[in-house]
């Protein structure tokens, strides 16, 4: 049996090229708020942080081409690029760990407008369990599984302790989860078919602060 085409695609595209999708998505978002109908890789580019010559070889692999003299159609390149990104359809979110970090996740007024809504919210202290965020009630770890597959949730966020991550990412790929965003600052394994990415706020502070230390170094 051959491929989908869409499997094929999918793959041969590199990891890359994907990771700069959501921004020009976000540069034809501000695009459509303008009323822009058409835009130049120029344009867009700038917008989206990247070169010219980035961003055309970039829709290309989409299969996306700009008209000489015209540019890319907005309105038609947004919904492409929704479309490769799996943004047509409702994600289903649950976040794990609802302390200061996973409270300002669940109230996030950006998940809704990119196709992701957070419908559940589990954390191990008994103190927390049962409280209201966002709507929502925190319901206990150790109904974690059942809360994945009744809300029919395909994504979650880790917003815990380092020591309890790994348990808790073990714990929802065995419920289903085939997503999964981790805060957690330590390494998770997954088994192949899970995807995970990972934010750790302090190394990218860490990062932040080499290249003010090579900056000012530079400036004695």
């Known amino acids: 049996m051959s491929e989908p085409a869409e499997a094929r695609e999918a793959r041969s595209v590199p ?23 058409t835009a130049s890789s120029g344009v867009l580019a700038g917008l989206a942080g990247v070169r010219p010559e ?11 081409h700009g008209r000489r003299g015209v540019g890319y159609d907005v309105q038609a390149l947004r919904a492409e690029l929704e479309a490769t990104l799996g943004l047509t ?15 300002a996740l669940a109230r996030y007024s950006g998940f809704p407008d990119r196709g992701f809504v957070v419908v559940g919210l589990v954390d191990a202290d008994p103190a927390v369990v049962g409280t209201r965020t966002a709507g929502l009630v925190v319901e206990p770890l150790e109904e974690l599984a059942g809360v994945v597959r009744r809300l029919e949730a395909t994504i979650a966020v880790i917003a815990t302790p380092a020591e309890a991550a790994q348990d808790v990412c073990d714990r929802l790929v065995e419920a289903g989860v085939s997503g999964i965003l981790s805060f957690a ?19 990218e502070l860490q990062i932040l602060a080499f290249h003010d230390h090579r900056r000012s170094s530079a400036g004695r």
């Open 15 to 37: 990891p890359a090229t994907i990771a700069r999708l959501p921004g020009y998505l976000r540069a034809l978002g501000t695009l459509v708020a303008r009323g822009v109908v």
């Open 54 to 64: 980035q961003l055309r070889k970039d829709l290309s692999l989409m299969g996306a």
């Open 89 to 103: 359809r409702e994600r289903r979110v649950v976040i794990v760990g609802v302390g200061n970090l996973g409270r």
């Open 185 to 203: 600052p330590r390494p998770l394994r997954v088994p192949v078919g899970v995807d995970l990415r990972s934010v750790d706020l302090g190394s």
